[in-house]
């Protein structure tokens, strides 16, 4: 567990005066699931972006699976996926063309396509709607599919930008399910949630406050830091303290 | 690695944009099922106008030789003739009136000049707001005048000579068939390439999927090439069409070269691509691309096309902001390649205005790019 994958150094990023992420450190391991915590407008879809190369630092350094974030985007791109916190198909697409599309812009070959894409469908118990639009779905299968979808081409790092957003409890631990499975597979999960019971399913978590990074440690080592039952009293207690506008 | 080269992950994502246009059933029929409306409607409406199309004749002269020219207008199909006028002050009512589309005049001593001077004339008066059918129906009134005086040649042995004098009501400049056709092809271009492609790219923005795209190592700019191609393949093809209509059904043939006219068209549907994607770089809602092309470029391409309003009659200013409407420039190109039968001798100063907007479009296009991703 001590192969970095993901390290930040005062990763920072500014939107004229307004600092979204400041001076953010820290470090990922591999095969971890990190959960990537804070109040909407803390800045983590900032940080998430930075990490993805959707958006150039202002300053700092980071590698992404060995590569420099300024440098390397290609190689970085390649050895990333990435799930959007909006649901990431084509809705006019049948199940299989949008793994067909996914894996053939990731460069797989037609032979690669047809075993992982069958493989998915197994894992999924898709077997009968391959051929069904993505929009007739239910959200709850759409998100499993999306996720799928992002680690089709077996990614080092997958980053879930709220991938549960809006389904119910039972498919969002299905949903949880399919990261374990990720994760034993050698993928390293990075997650962004609102949800205080899936910060629990995260083997570290960092929380973020106005930009900045307050806390970074294990769920029980930070409940026992703050002496709180539950990392919902973490939470609060961290983000009561924030001085910008909720 | 740069992948600008067309690959497999390009043609799985042309492969894409596909599926997403074949899927859209409703817009697929509009861009086809438009234009097709369009030329065949007026194709049909021309082809029964000119059986059966009522003229009215005004005799002034009521001798021998008016009322056998008068009895070959009625035998053939082409015409049906109406009620004789009495005075020649009545046409302009009859035209106004109903639907007639010609009327004849024969002045007072038809037969008597025809006889004694060997020489005489029949007036021919059409509506040209109908410009085909004018030309047509006066085609077939001069055919039936001269059979008679072959006949009237043979028959006698002396050369006499009917001068049909032409007058056109309305519309004497013609404007309008040989102008309708390259009008239609230069708005469905614009259709296709401009608002399809704005909205498809706009549509991924709004989805989420831009994203997904964007961190995938396949490059932006593999992504705007990708979507450009199904819309260059369905412009063509509609281009086709159009043109495969208006062979067969107008019956207007392409005078020039069709390598010259599709080559050309190519450009104009990349100026257009390129327009479609600053609009896609500007909007950030399905409906704001929408409604930014139709407003600002289907309407002044209407409006300052030059085939529906002419040009000359506009005051400067706007014929001076005309120029920088690319269909504009297109119209003219395709009027004279494919009416007039121009080489590219005669077109290669508006090629040039094109070639010259679409580099200005691609460069601003780039740019705008970049900073959009920083």
């Known amino acids: ?246 | 690695m740069k992948s600008s080269i067309p690959d497999s992950r390009f043609w799985a994502f042309v492969r894409k944009e596909f599926l997403h246009v074949f899927r859209d059933r409703k817009t697929l029929l509009m861009l086809f099922g438009v234009p097709v409306v369009c030329v065949t409607l007026f194709g049909f409406a021309l082809t029964n106008e000119i059986r059966n199309a009522k003229i009215v004749v005004c005799d002034y002269a009521n001798d021998d030789a008016s009322r056998q020219i008068i009895g070959k207008l009625a035998a053939s199909r082409e015409f049906q003739l109406q009620n004789p006028l009495l005075d020649y002050n009545q046409i302009e009512t009859a035209f106004k009136q109903g639907d007639i589309k010609m009327a004849v005049v024969f002045p007072a001593n038809f037969n008597r000049d025809l006889l004694h001077l060997n020489e005489a004339q029949i007036q021919l008066i059409t509506d040209a707001s109908d410009p085909n059918t004018a030309t047509a129906l006066s085609g077939y009134a001069t055919n039936i005048i001269m059979d008679y005086q072959q006949e009237l040649i043979q028959l006698q042995g002396l050369p006499y000579t009917i001068n049909t004098e032409m007058r056109m009501v309305y519309n004497p400049e013609l404007k309008s068939v040989v102008n309708f056709v390259p009008g239609v092809i230069s708005l469905i271009l614009l259709l296709v390439c401009v608002l399809m492609t704005s909205v498809s790219i706009v549509k991924e923005k709004e989805s989420g999927t831009m994203e997904v795209l964007l961190v995938s190592p396949f490059s932006p700019f593999g992504v705007i090439v990708s979507k450009a191609v199904p819309y260059l393949a369905l412009s063509l093809i509609n281009l086709t069409v159009i043109l495969l209509l208006s062979i067969f059904v107008l019956g207007m043939p392409v005078n020039g070269s069709f390598l010259l006219l599709y080559a050309v068209s190519t450009l104009f549907i990349i100026t257009a691509l390129s327009l479609g994607l600053l609009i896609s770089n500007i909007t950030t809602s399905q409906q704001a691309a929408m409604l930014v092309s139709l407003m600002g470029m289907l309407v002044p391409s209407i409006l300052f096309t030059g085939f529906m309003f002419p040009l000359e009659n506009m005051p400067y200013v706007l014929q001076l902001f005309a120029n920088i409407v690319p269909a504009k420039w297109y119209y003219i190109i395709v009027k004279s390649v494919m009416i007039k039968g121009l080489g590219f001798e005669a077109i290669w100063k508006e090629t040039l205005v094109l070639l010259g907007m679409t580099i200005l479009l691609l460069v601003v296009n780039i740019r705008k790019f970049k900073i959009r991703l920083e």
């Open chain 1, 1 to 246: 567990m001590n192969e970095i994958v993901i390290q930040t150094d005062k990763l920072t990023k500014r939107f004229g005066d307004f600092i979204a992420a400041n001076e953010i450190t820290f470090d990922v391991y591999k095969g971890e699931i990190f959960g990537f915590l804070g109040a909407n407008g803390a800045g983590k879809t900032t940080v998430m972006r930075m990490l993805c190369g959707l958006s150039k630092p202002s300053s700092g350094a980071a590698t992404i699976a060995g590569f420099d974030i300024y440098r390397q985007t290609e190689a970085i791109k390649k050895n990333i996926g990435y799930m959007s916190q909006k649901f990431s198909l084509y809705e006019d697409l049948t199940v299989m063309e949008n793994i067909h599309f996914f894996g053939g812009i990731y460069g797989l070959s037609g032979r690669q396509l047809k075993e992982k894409g069958e493989a998915l469908i197994t894992r999924l118990g898709m077997r009968n709607e391959t051929k069904k639009m993505v929009s007739s779905l239910p959200l709850g299968w759409k998100q499993k599919l999306a996720f799928s979808v992002a680690i089709l081409h077996d990614p080092k790092i997958v980053f879930l930008d709220e991938p549960t957003g809006g389904v119910d409890p039972i498919t969002r631990r299905q949903f949880w399910d399919l990261i374990y499975d990720a994760v034993e597979r050698g993928i390293t999960a990075f997650v962004t949630t609102h949800y205080m019971d899936e910060a629990e399913y995260c083997n570290r978590i960092s929380m973020m406050v106005d930009g900045e990074i307050k806390a970074l440690d294990t769920p029980a080592n930070l409940k026992k830091q703050y002496s709180a039952d539950s990392m919902d009293e973490v939470f609060y207690g961290l983000a009561r303290k924030a001085k910008r506008n909720l």
